[in-house]
């Protein structure tokens, strides 16, 4: 299953999340080397990324999946 990734902070770190899960995947120092293994593991299971920011609002989203192009609407 396809699970969203998402960087979080945690505690002065930055943490990859995947979506509903309870523990995190990988804590690291920077949220430049979170998002660049979350993209990774995003693009490996063709899923989405959401970057939060240190306030924890998502700031950016990428998607690796099947997009319907052109996008609907």
Do not use: C
């Not at 430049?32 to 989405?48: D, L, T």
């Amino acid at each position: 299953m396809k699970k969203i990734q998402h960087v979080v902070p945690k505690d002065g770190q930055w943490a990859i999340k995947a979506e509903n899960s309870s523990r995190a995947t990988k804590v690291v120092d920077t949220q430049k080397k979170a998002i660049s293994i979350a993209r990774e593991i995003a693009k490996n299971q063709g899923s989405e990324l959401f970057i939060h920011g240190k306030n924890g609002q998502i700031r950016e989203r990428d998607s690796y999946g099947n997009d319907p192009f052109p996008p609907k609407g």
